[in-house]
């Protein structure tokens, strides 16, 4: 699937293939030492909050940065400073000239991968244009919102050989990574049912002090779905070997109506704003069933509306020998092994079930965003693309995680529904290892 570069060809291709001798005129390449590789060159579209939060751990990481790309000027100009303080002043190319600008960007023959940080909408077509033009692709969550989006990332990684990763750091979450591999190391049994959602009131991120709407406002605007599934099914999928095993075969949803939207918008506008004559399809709270074709059930629950103390993705999975909830304090309970009807905390199982990643990085994760989740995103994105791929989360995963979006959203319009969840490994998921 990633037919183009592994480790080797990686090393001759930046030493031999015409672009060192490109690179030689080229100020990012100057000072590295002969023995080791050249850096790797990253661009960066979509420099809001998180597109410059990656930049700064991509920066931490050692990439270079020769071009960025913003609509928005006061973003880029930010971007560019950032990455100019941290490289010697050498300033990045900045592409600014409207949405479809990065097309511009990714025509430099010294990029070779970028970090899409825009709004959901468009991250599908940025990716599939990257991969089409040679570049490799970290993506934000959701990866894409419509399933021709979805078939699009898949074909394209596919065809292109380029390394897709989706930038899903709850996957990265140690006790959550911890809980898969007591699960390939059968502490559950097997496992039968998921529990999972995203909580969050994030009502204050969709609008502007004046009433427009922000991209996660016409998101809520447009679609009556769950919006938001990555964070919640990423690790969930994970844990039950989604596309390596198993794969989820349908899923059905139901929605509240839009209140606590609604009251936000009566007591934050006045009367004569136009936002208050927005309609919103967005319900307060998304609940949908998913099963699997090995017959597990995956219960995804969403809720970016309605008022509660700041709080987030949470994760469940049952097992028939072990049962773990996060909202129980990231508790686990395994027959024979825990106390009877005591909840233990997972931290106990430590020592023989961390992930070896955070056993050795610890320290280095330490701080970055979500949990040190961000660090090991940037830093499996860039391993991936020197050892050719494939990345941890690809563009069939991906797909399978973001197709809620829209199927939600068709089961919901429908009258709840039941949808099938198309198989974009193609047959593979039966054969692939967890
Ligand atoms: N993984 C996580 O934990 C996490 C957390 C927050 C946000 N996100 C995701 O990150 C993405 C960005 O969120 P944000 O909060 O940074 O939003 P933001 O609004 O702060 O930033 C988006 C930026 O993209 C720019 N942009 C939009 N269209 C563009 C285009 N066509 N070309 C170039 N630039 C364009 C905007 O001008 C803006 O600067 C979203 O998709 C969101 O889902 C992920």
Not at 325 to 342: A, H, Y
Request: charged share 25%; net charge neutral; aromatic share 8%.
């Amino acid at each position: 699937m990633h037919a183009t570069l592994n480790r080797r060809d990686f090393l001759q291709t930046t030493a031999a293939a015409g672009l060192a001798g490109a690179m030689a005129a080229s100020a990012w390449a100057q000072e590295k030492p002969k023995s080791e590789p050249a850096p790797l060159r990253l661009g960066v579209v979509g420099t809001g909050s998180r597109g410059t939060y990656l930049l700064t751990l991509a920066l931490q990481a050692g990439v270079e940065i020769p071009a960025l790309c913003d609509i928005k000027q006061p973003h880029l100009d930010r971007a560019i400073e950032l990455a100019a303080k941290a490289r010697d002043g050498r300033k990045p190319a900045g592409y600014s000239q409207g949405p479809k600008d990065y097309q511009r960007m990714l025509q430099r023959d010294d990029l070779d991968a970028i970090i899409i940080g825009t709004g959901m909408q468009e991250h599908a077509a940025i990716a599939i244009d990257a991969m089409r033009a040679g570049k490799h692709v970290l993506s934000e969550v959701s990866g894409a919102m419509t399933l021709d989006e979805c078939w699009g990332l898949v074909r394209a990684e596919k065809e292109t050989g380029k390394c897709y990763m989706l930038s899903e750091n709850c996957s990265y979450w140690p006790d959550l990574m911890m809980v898969r591999r007591m699960v390939q190391q059968g502490v559950f049994g097997e496992t039968t049912y998921a529990e999972c959602g995203y909580v969050h009131d994030c009502r204050t991120l969709e609008f502007e002090p004046d009433g427009t709407l922000t991209w996660r406002g016409e998101m809520v605007r447009d679609w009556a779905g769950n919006c938001y599934p990555t964070h919640s099914l990423g690790p969930v999928a994970q844990w039950l070997g989604i596309n390596r095993g198993d794969r989820m075969v349908s899923l059905v949803s139901m929605a509240t109506g839009s209140a606590a939207h609604a009251d936000y918008v009566k007591r934050n506008f006045p009367k004569d704003n136009p936002v208050q004559q927005v309609k919103f399809k967005g319900a307060d709270s998304v609940s949908t069933l998913i099963k699997t074709a090995r017959g597990k059930v995956i219960d995804l629950r969403y809720d970016i509306a309605s008022t509660r103390p700041a709080f987030g993705p949470y994760h469940a999975l049952q097992g028939v020998k072990a049962s773990y909830d996060t909202r129980l304090g990231k508790k686990i309970w395994i027959e024979g092994s825990s106390k009877p009807n005591e909840w233990e905390p997972i931290e106990n199982y430590a020592e023989k079930y961390e992930d070896p990643l955070w056993t050795q990085l610890r320290e280095q994760a330490k701080g970055a965003g979500h949990g040190g989740g961000d660090f090991f995103v940037i830093r499996q994105f860039l391993e991936a693309i020197r050892a050719g791929g494939p990345t941890p989360i690809g563009a069939v995963d991906s797909a399978a995680w973001s197709s809620i979006l829209p199927l939600s959203h068709k089961s919901i319009v429908e009258g709840s529904t039941v949808q099938e969840i198309p198989d974009f490994s193609e047959g593979k998921w039966e054969a692939a290892k967890a």
